[in-house]
């Protein structure tokens, strides 16, 4: 069994996030880096398949710029046997569908059977990327799942969507997308941290995708129009409980025509 | 005018879920609203449901019952309608459905995806969607170029409601593949909640992880019965099993806007506040002075919840039948 595990790097989301208000892109400078967390949670479920299956194969592949390599390393210290790194200049700033081509093209220049994605990332919240993926590939996608089960031919899980919850299956290859309902990652150790240094990491290009950069302006694109910042929150009146609050509390919301 | 596409969607159950009436109305500002989906069951009571929410047409893409497939229809139908009815945008909601089959939609036709817009209108011949970046930190217009908008929109956010019309119906037998979709197995529905629902709802009690116990978040519900509130709450309350995650608000959770939002036993980690902060009026209740919620509150409270909510439940109570 091969599974890829599709893993983006985003801002840190318990820091401040800042846009850029010329070009609406993510002003990367403003905050660390790190693996979204749900990709983590990603890269679990495949790693807890390896644990007990040996011969399984895990390759974490993201898409972004040079620093993006911190993230991998971290999939290969957590146990991730490979990694591939998509990297040009002219994929950054690129929208979902310009992203979601380079994915698949990527993903096709390697053998595997299950692909593992977030659901959706922290930063774009688009939850999208992933879906346009098995769109391109013509493979089945079971989004937003948790209880993820991986069997040899395929692949099951549980998917909560507004009015309930759906029993899905799917025969791989096939692509999912996971919540953060799924477990928890593990963190890396040490043992993992000295081996990851030795796994192999793969840079591709496009020119290695055989993906013209010309085609990138050619294509259907969202372009930003406008970006306005909105004002902080300020904080207002705090109060000490000394016995008569919840009392306080509803003179307030009565004054604010709140009951 | 030119035909707006709208992906209706449809519960476990089979009924028309409520963005529709959102969307439609939506995209009657737009153009002409078409209304898409994809069922078994070709029922005349949909099609005058969906007129009654101000479709014009409904494009009906009829499936086998069995196997039933994951989107897969959905995305099809929308394809042939996309095909059939030349529309100047696509709009889907932005639940897990309609996002899912929005992106396979743009990869289907090569078309532009504007996600999880809050507001759509034409700037002249373009069509541009405002969407809240980072918890409402930004808002940021976008347009498409070269190729066909497709639009998720929030839930909840619009209001209005399009004029009651009689809808043209056009059946649609979809040729699908099962082999390269994902299959529907089993399902469980919710149970419906008499509560008001989390995303429209205009005032929210939401309980955190110092709510201690699921026994406890009870004292949650019960101040947001007598506010006619809807129930939410942190991760970490979603996590200790407390409550359902359908009621998690937050980054990765549901984003609110109410009139009253009162954070009981939360600390306002700047995840949480991702989904709450552009609430209008916000109270929170916490035992720690130095809990980050109070920096975003208008009405702070440094005390215990167990000792303040019952009080404050109590003078409500009092209040109403001093009124009545
Ligand atoms: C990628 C990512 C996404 C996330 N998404 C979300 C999200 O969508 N929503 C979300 O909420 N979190 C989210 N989180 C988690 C977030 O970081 C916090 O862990 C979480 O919000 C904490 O929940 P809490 O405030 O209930 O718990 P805590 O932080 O443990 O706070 C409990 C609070 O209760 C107070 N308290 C305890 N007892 C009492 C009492 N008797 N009376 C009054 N106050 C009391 C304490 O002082 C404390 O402030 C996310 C995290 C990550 C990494």
Redesign the interface.
Known sequence: MKIIVLIKQVPDTSEDRHLDSATGLLDRSSTEGVIDEVNERGLEVALQYKDSHKGTEVVALSMGPQGTSQALRKALSMGADAAIHLLDVNLSGGDAAWTSKALSAALKTTAFDLVVAGNESTDGRGGAVPAMVAERLSLPLLGSISAVDIHSTSVTGQREVESGTLSVRASLPAVITVTERSPEARFPNFKGMLTAKRKPVKTLSLADLSLDPSERSAAARSVVVSVAARPARQAGKKIFDSGTAGVELAEFLAAGRLL | MSNILVLVEL???GNI?RSAGELLSLASTLGTPVAVLATPHVAPGIVTELGSLGAQHVFLGQTETEPML??TPQ?EALWQAVQKFRPSAVLASS???G??A???L???T???????AVAVRF?GERI?ATNS??G?????????????PII?VQSGVLEGRAPEVAAHVTVHHLTLNP????????????VASSRPDLRTAG?VVSGGRGMGSKENFALVEELADV?DAAVGAS?AAVDAGYVA??SQVG??GVSVTP??YIALGISG???HR?GM??AK???A?NSD?DAPI???????????VF??????????RS??QGSS
């Open positions: 519960s476990t159950a879920s994951l989107l995305v639940t897990i459905d996002r899912e929005a992106a396979r743009v990869a289907r090569e078309g532009v995806l504007l996600a999880n700037d541009v970046v980072f409402g930190s930004y808002s940021v217009e976008s347009t498409a170029e070269g190729g066909l998720t082999e390269g979709s994902g299959v529907v197995e089993g399902s469980t529905a919710v005032k506010l991760r995650q359908s980054q990765t009139e009253l980690a700047i995840q991702a902060q552009t009026t916000i109270v209740i002075e109070f920096d975003v509150a208008d009405f702070g409270i440094v005390g215990d000792a303040v909510v019952p009080q404050l439940i109590s003078a409500i209040r109403s």
